[in-house]
Every structure is written in C-alpha cells, then in structure tokens.
C-alpha cells in the first residue's frame, strides 16, 4: 500500500495562497488518478482535483483559483491555492487508488 504525506496547510487571509503538498512512498505511474479532497467540519468529504496522466479537473467551485501538478522526480503532488476564502476552510487530503493521507488543515481567515 502506498504512504501518502500531506503538508502545507496554515492559517491564511481571505484572498491569500498556499501551496499544498502530497509525497508518495513509490514513484508513479502514467495511469496513476491521484486527487485532491477536502473536509469541512460537520460536512461530508468532497472532491477539490484531480491530475492523471491525460490532464486535470477541478470542482467547479475552485476551478479558476486552484491548480493541481505533478513532479514524478520527486514522487509529488502539489495543490496551489490561490484567491482563498473563508469557505475554502477544511482540512486537505490526497489520495491514489484507495490510499489516502492524514490530512492537512486549512484555515482562511482574518
């Protein structure tokens, strides 16, 4: 099973960025589906991103704002989250195949 470690996360301004970060344990491979996804607190998990080796998708609600990428020379992918706002608010997870990571918090406010 392939090790999934998120960072990146912290507290930011409306309007602001970050960058997120996913490591995997093992190099990837060109069928890889690896995803973004999001928790808010007393909402259900929801979808942010995807990258595979064909392209991206993104929810529509951050499509615009956020860019998902890959480094397959450093086994990483990355969320750049730009434009942030209050509701963007949750904690971040990645995931590929059924592994996921423990999550990174993200918290926009004033």
């Known amino acids: 099973q392939v090790q999934l470690v998120e960072s990146g996360g912290g507290l930011v301004q409306p309007g602001g960025s970050l960058r997120l970060s996913c490591v995997a344990s093992?190099?990837?491979?060109?069928?890889?589906?690896i995803g973004w996804y999001r928790q808010a607190p007393g909402k259900e998990r929801e979808w942010v991103a995807t990258i595979t080796g064909g392209g991206t998708n993104y929810a529509d609600s951050v499509k615009g704002r956020f860019t998902i990428s890959r480094d397959n020379a450093k086994n990483t992918v990355y969320l750049q989250m730009n434009s942030l706002k209050p509701e963007d608010t949750a904690v971040y997870y990645c995931?590929?195949?059924?592994?996921w990571g423990q999550g990174t918090q993200v918290t926009v406010s004033l």
């Open positions: 995931r590929l195949s059924t592994a």
């Open positions: 093992r190099s990837f491979f060109t069928t890889d589906v």
